[in-house]
């Protein structure tokens, strides 16, 4: 079973809740917004420590530490694919326009034999929960209905 392990960065913007989400690199996610952004997460290998895996795909994904001193454990969600995603809740804020995320190779056109260096993150954006929860992978609401819960 794959499993992720992630950061739910939130802010308060004049009393409003704002998430900050991702949006994955690649020509495969170029034309793609509804249902394909994610808090920034990654894969992590049995008996890591899955917190610790989610600060470090924060920092390789956006290029900056997750500041946070508190972090609130969410419950795990299952996306379509299988995939289980451990998250915490974190509130920081973060200038999207400052993020340098890591590249991994990949072959493109698949099966062709050419391969391209792909940022596995494109851009970050800060949404509203409304807006969020139609940006993000499905599997994934779940987590912002918990945040707001425990914000109320």
Excluded at 6 to 12: E, P, V
Excluded at 14 to 39: C, F, N, R, T
Excluded at 54 to 74: M, N, W
């Amino acid at each position: 079973m794959k499993q992720s392990a992630g950061i739910l960065l939130y802010r308060f913007v004049e009393h409003q809740l704002q998430v900050l989400l991702v949006h994955p690199g690649g020509p495969y996610h170029v034309h793609k917004d509804l249902g394909a952004w994610s808090i920034p997460k990654g894969e992590f290998e049995d008996g890591e420590d899955p917190l610790v895996a989610a600060k470090r795909e924060f920092k390789e994904e956006l290029g900056h530490p997750v500041t946070s001193i508190s972090f609130h454990r969410l419950s795990p969600v299952k996306q379509k694919a299988g995939k289980v995603v451990f998250a915490w809740a974190a509130e920081g804020d973060l200038d999207v326009s400052t993020i340098v995320s890591n590249t991994f190779p990949m072959e493109y056109p698949y099966k062709s034999g050419k391969w391209i260096n792909v940022a596995e993150v494109d851009r970050a954006e800060w949404f509203t929960l409304q807006v969020a929860r139609e940006k993000v992978n499905p599997g994934q609401i779940p987590l912002i209905d918990e945040l707001e819960q425990l914000l109320k």
